[in-house]
Each structure stands twice: as structure tokens, then as C-alpha cells.
């Protein structure tokens, strides 16, 4: 199998942390080049350096940044997108500490690698109800299945990583027709537009990025639902009171396939969107995380119901604890 070399770009006080967001998206091998350790090799005052490797010197100048190797695939391709949304996230946030977001992917133009997606993203089934595909593909036979159309874009979300298909799979057993959705971290509304097709009534979406929310609402359109069907704001719930004032609650469903960290923040908030008898559905979750989200979902008031797993990827149905 094929893979392609990225570098991201970064600041030395940044490092720790990016490593920490790598491995949330199912990252674990890499290379960090940060001039920082060269300094705090020289610095060691237990060993005297006649001489220093010239590759070692290199060091002393290198820009600061992470290497890792992603399969030139379509699972790459996915978390590549999840990876530009993490930079994306993070530089916003405190671009004093970050920088600018900047990833290089070896000698692959950008638009290149866009077109990549062509050779690998072909039409899928989903469960028993859906078949997902893009725009340049035709299905000559569903099989009665729901045809849900959407292209790869910036926002993260084609349906083919697992953290996305898990959602779509357990959405068939807890839509019934009628529904509100609320869907937190919506990328590119590939959750939500599935809700629709399943026969949810309405769909809210949110994303703290701006281009997400509007690669989502083009996206629901282009599935044949107006205006009346669905809301897609930017904004993050865990600090903006006035967002979940006015997105308001009675929600039946909630989707939220992020990281482990977020949904830890948001975990004290599902409560207050959902009806009583509502359902909560959580992706995005390492292996390595799932206890720990478990726990804070479970002081939050909520008991797991359904779960499923895949390569590493955790998604979880919960309903509101029995008091």
C-alpha cells in the first residue's frame, strides 16, 4: 500500500499538545523535528560533545513540525480532512501559540490531491437503508435504499471512516420518522442529511467553522431538502450561552461525532437539548479514551444503550439514566 508524507507545521510549544490531537484522530506514528531539542541536547550537562553529527546539526535550524504518514487511500483522504478541521480548530483558538495552519503534503498539489478522492470514493452502502455516493457517480440500483450525494470537500465527512459510518449505521434504529436532530460538529452535514433521508422532520447543525456550516447547508440542499428542513449556524455551545439559548431544546436525537475531549466538555450540556426520552449518540473515540468519556457521560446523567466499534473507533447510543 501506498502512503503519502505530511508535515505540519507548528510552534515547539505547540508540539505536546498536537501530538495528544494526533492520537485522538487515531495517529500514533510520527516524527517531531523541533530545533527546541537540539538546544536542550547541547544543554545537557551530564555528557562533553567533541562532535555532533551533521545530521543531528541540522536540527538547529529546522522548522518546527510534525511528520506522519497517512495510506493514499480513501481512509487517508478522511483523516487528512479531520486533520486540517484539528489545525483549523486549534489555530483559531490561540493563533499566538500555533501559528498559521500549515500542512504539506509531500510533493502533491493541492488540487491534485483533491482529485485523488475520484479514484477511491465510489458509491457505498450504509447499513440497510443508504447508499452514499458523489456527484460524478451514478447508482443504476439502489435496491430501495435511501441515495444519499455527497462530494469530499474541506469539511470532514464523506460517510467511508468508520467514526461517520458507525453514526449513519445506529441513526437507522433510533429514526422512525419525525424527528428534531440536533447535530454538533456537523462538518460537512453528512449526519444530519442522513437523519432527513431516514425521515427526520428537521435537522439543526453547528460547527465552529464557518466554510463547514456552509459546505453543510449547500450539502442538505443538493439532497433535496429546502430551507424549512434544516438550520446550520457556526458556533461553539460549550462557551456561547446565547447559541444554546436559541438553539433551544426538546431535541429527539443528538449527534456528535468529534474527539474525546470535546465530548467530555459538551457532556453536562446534551442533557438540557434532549426531551426526557431523547437519544445521544457520540463518535469520534479512540480506544484509549472511551473510559473516559464514558465517565463523564455517565455522571452527566446518561447510560449507554447500544455501541459500536470499529479499527480502533468507539460510537456510542445513550439515553438519559433512570433516576
Same mark, same amino acid.
Not at 510549544?13 to 538546544?39: C, K, P, Q, T, Y
Not at 491534485?112 to 465510489?122: E, L
Not at 461525532?257 to 457532556?267: E, P, Y
Given at each position: 500500500?501506498?502512503?503519502?508524507?505530511?508535515?505540519?507545521?507548528?510552534? &515547539?510549544?505547540?508540539?505536546?499538545?498536537?501530538?495528544?490531537?494526533?492520537?485522538?484522530?487515531?495517529?500514533?506514528?510520527?516524527?517531531?523535528?523541533?530545533?527546541?531539542?537540539?538546544?536542550?541536547? @547541547?544543554?545537557?550537562?551530564?555528557?562533553?560533545? !567533541?562532535?555532533?553529527?551533521?545530521?543531528?546539526?541540522? @536540527?538547529?535550524?529546522?522548522?518546527?513540525?510534525?511528520?506522519?504518514?497517512?495510506?493514499?487511500?480513501?481512509?487517508?483522504?478522511?483523516?487528512?480532512?479531520?486533520?486540517?478541521?484539528?489545525?483549523?480548530?486549534?489555530?483559531?483558538?490561540?493563533?499566538?501559540?500555533?501559528?498559521?495552519? +500549515?500542512?504539506?503534503?509531500?510533493?502533491?498539489?493541492?488540487?491534485?490531491?483533491?482529485?485523488?478522492?475520484?479514484?477511491?470514493?465510489?458509491?457505498?452502502?450504509?447499513?440497510?437503508?443508504?447508499?452514499?455516493?458523489?456527484?460524478?457517480?451514478?447508482?443504476?440500483? =439502489? !435496491?430501495?435504499?435511501?441515495?444519499?450525494?455527497? !462530494?469530499?470537500?474541506? /469539511?470532514?465527512?464523506?460517510?467511508?471512516?468508520?467514526?461517520?459510518?458507525?453514526?449513519?449505521?445506529?441513526?437507522?434504529?433510533?429514526?422512525?420518522?419525525?424527528?428534531?436532530?440536533?447535530?454538533?460538529?456537523?462538518? /460537512?452535514?453528512?449526519?444530519?442529511?442522513?437523519?432527513?433521508?431516514?425521515?427526520?422532520?428537521?435537522?439543526?447543525?453547528?460547527?465552529?467553522?464557518?466554510? =463547514?456550516?456552509?459546505?453543510?447547508?449547500?450539502?442538505?440542499?443538493?439532497?433535496?431538502?429546502?430551507?424549512?428542513?434544516?438550520?446550520?449556524?457556526?458556533?461553539?455551545?460549550?462557551? !456561547?450561552?446565547?447559541?444554546?439559548?436559541?438553539?433551544?431544546?426538546?431535541?429527539?436525537?443528538?449527534?456528535?461525532?468529534?474527539? =474525546?475531549?470535546?465530548?467530555?466538555?459538551?457532556?453536562?450540556?446534551?442533557?438540557?437539548?434532549?426531551?426526557?426520552?431523547?437519544?445521544?449518540?457520540? &463518535?469520534?473515540?479512540?480506544?484509549?479514551?472511551? +473510559?473516559?468519556?464514558?465517565?463523564?457521560?455517565?455522571?452527566?446523567?446518561?447510560?449507554?444503550?447500544?455501541?459500536?466499534?470499529?479499527?480502533?473507533?468507539? =460510537?456510542?447510543?445513550?439515553?438519559?439514566?433512570?433516576?
Amino acid at each position: 500500500m501506498d502512503f503519502l508524507k505530511v508535515d505540519v507545521y507548528t510552534k &515547539s510549544e505547540a508540539v505536546d499538545i498536537l501530538v495528544m490531537r494526533l492520537s485522538e484522530l487515531g495517529i500514533n506514528g510520527f516524527e517531531i523535528h523541533d530545533s527546541a531539542d537540539f538546544d536542550e541536547f @547541547l544543554e545537557n550537562k551530564d555528557a562533553n560533545w !567533541d562532535y555532533v553529527d551533521d545530521e543531528l546539526m541540522g @536540527l538547529k535550524t529546522v522548522p518546527t513540525h510534525i511528520t506522519l504518514y497517512l495510506q493514499d487511500n480513501a481512509q487517508g483522504l478522511e483523516t487528512l480532512a479531520e486533520l486540517k478541521g484539528v489545525m483549523q480548530e486549534l489555530c483559531a483558538g490561540a493563533p499566538e501559540l500555533y501559528g498559521e495552519p +500549515d500542512i504539506h503534503i509531500g510533493n502533491v498539489r493541492e488540487e491534485d490531491w483533491a482529485n485523488n478522492w475520484k479514484q477511491y470514493y465510489k458509491p457505498f452502502r450504509v447499513g440497510e437503508k443508504l447508499i452514499v455516493k458523489p456527484s460524478w457517480e451514478d447508482v443504476n440500483d =439502489a !435496491d430501495g435504499r435511501k441515495i444519499l450525494e455527497i !462530494d469530499p470537500a474541506s /469539511s470532514f465527512g464523506t460517510g467511508q471512516h468508520h467514526t461517520t459510518k458507525m453514526v449513519m449505521e445506529l441513526l437507522e434504529s433510533v429514526v422512525h420518522g419525525g424527528e428534531r436532530m440536533l447535530d454538533l460538529g456537523c462538518g /460537512s452535514g453528512i449526519l444530519s442529511i442522513a437523519g432527513l433521508l431516514l425521515g427526520a422532520e428537521s435537522a439543526a447543525m453547528i460547527d465552529v467553522f464557518e466554510n =463547514a456550516v456552509n459546505t453543510a447547508a449547500e450539502n442538505v440542499r443538493k439532497n433535496g431538502f429546502g430551507n424549512d428542513r434544516f438550520t446550520a449556524r457556526r458556533g461553539n455551545i460549550i462557551d !456561547d450561552e446565547a447559541l444554546r439559548n436559541e438553539l433551544g431544546g426538546n431535541y429527539d436525537i443528538i449527534t456528535a461525532n468529534i474527539v =474525546a475531549d470535546v465530548i467530555i466538555a459538551m457532556s453536562g450540556l446534551f442533557g438540557g437539548f434532549l426531551k426526557a426520552d431523547g437519544t445521544l449518540i457520540v &463518535s469520534g473515540i479512540i480506544d484509549e479514551r472511551l +473510559d473516559e468519556v464514558m465517565t463523564a457521560l455517565t455522571e452527566a446523567g446518561f447510560s449507554a444503550v447500544n455501541k459500536r466499534s470499529a479499527e480502533g473507533w468507539n =460510537a456510542v447510543v445513550l439515553k438519559r439514566s433512570a433516576k
